[in-house]
């Protein structure tokens, strides 16, 4: 048997705190732009069957349990109870939390309190521009209060977090560009506009590689080729990159991994939604990426099921690969044992310096 750690969640969200009906449940399992097919729900999804496989055991039912049965037991248990049982038992010992989701969703703390794990916050740069503008009257105002807000966040948060957009340009834009984007979406900003600038997204990125905390990156399959320039051009730079979230690209992440010494990559969500086949997934992720470049994360938002089948997936999932290849002869238990301290743990400790915090 592969002797697996407590597990550091490299990239999650909050939970709900509200009690959930059947219909609402499904939404949540699946990103869709639409409803199921005729007939079925979004429980007849590789995600679906992980979640009956995985959580009823933690709340007290027979793995498989049908979809009803499983939500009354939910709602039995109560919403916050049920987060309980299933956060801590995922094995998972520290978070690190997007706050940037919408929604009545736990924070850091509580996420903390209800895992029993240690949870910091990964500052979503957005998130935190918006912030900023809505509380600054001028262009120059907005622009000042930003960098010192990057600032104060990078004293307290273990990383920033972005999703870059696609078709962004590699290099820093020009002071002159930053005020003119600026000028142009404080203007919607004052309608409600939500931050999608490409020149202020640039701006927010070299601002946060620029101070010293790692960045994690959420780029879409549109932004891949974008993504390998923004790579490229800070390499040397000293900011370490994290890819999250690639599947089905995550082979490409895998390789930028292996070809810059400061990038990483993640598992993501890719293993959760691929129950079954997560082997396959992973061993394509092991293929490519040095061990000591990979790390978890369950990629879970909002339901705290997403979290532990996150989590449990992983760990079979790692428990198949690794163990088949030592079978097959090709590594010893020691070096199985090691690589998968890495991947669980060991990689997130030292990228985030989870070790040096108090």
Known sequence: MIETPPLVDQYCHGVLRTELGLGTFEAQLLPAAGPPAAGTTFFDTQT??????????????????????????????????????????????????????SGDLTGPKELALAGDAEALEAVRLELLAEQVADTSGTVAAFLANLAEA???????????????????????????????????WLERRARG?????????????????????????????????????????TEGLGARLVLLGAYPHHRHAAALAAAFP??????????????????????????????????FSSGGSRLPELHAVGALVFREALGRVLGGWVADGAWSWRDADRVAALVAAGNARRVYRLDERG
Request: net charge positive; aromatic share 6%; glycine share 12%.
């Open 48 to 101: 679906g069957f992980a979640v009956r496989r995985w959580c009823p055991p933690l709340l007290g039912l027979e793995p498989h349990a049908a979809p009803a049965r499983y939500l009354a037991r939910r709602r039995e248990l109560g919403a916050a109870e049920s987060a309980r049982l299933l956060l801590r038992g995922s094995g998972v010992t520290a978070y690190l939390v997007d706050t940037g989701e």
């Open 150 to 184: 990057v600032h104060h966040a990078a004293a307290g948060a273990a990383a920033f977090t972005c999703a870059p957009g696609p078709g962004f340009a590699a290099e820093p834009p020009g002071p002159g560009e930053v005020r003119g984007a600026a000028g142009r």
């Open 193 to 233: 506009g939500a931050l999608r600038d490409p020149v202020l997204l640039r701006h927010l990125l070299w601002s946060a590689v620029s101070s010293g905390l790692p960045l994690q990156l959420r780029a879409c399959a549109e932004e891949q080729a974008s993504l390998t320039g923004f790579v490229r051009a």
């Open 262 to 295: 400061h990038v990483y990559a993640d598992t993501g969500t890719a293993l959760g939604r691929t129950g079954a086949g997560a082997a396959t997934v992973l061993a394509e992720l092991l293929e490519l990426a040095p061990f000591g470049k990979l790390m």
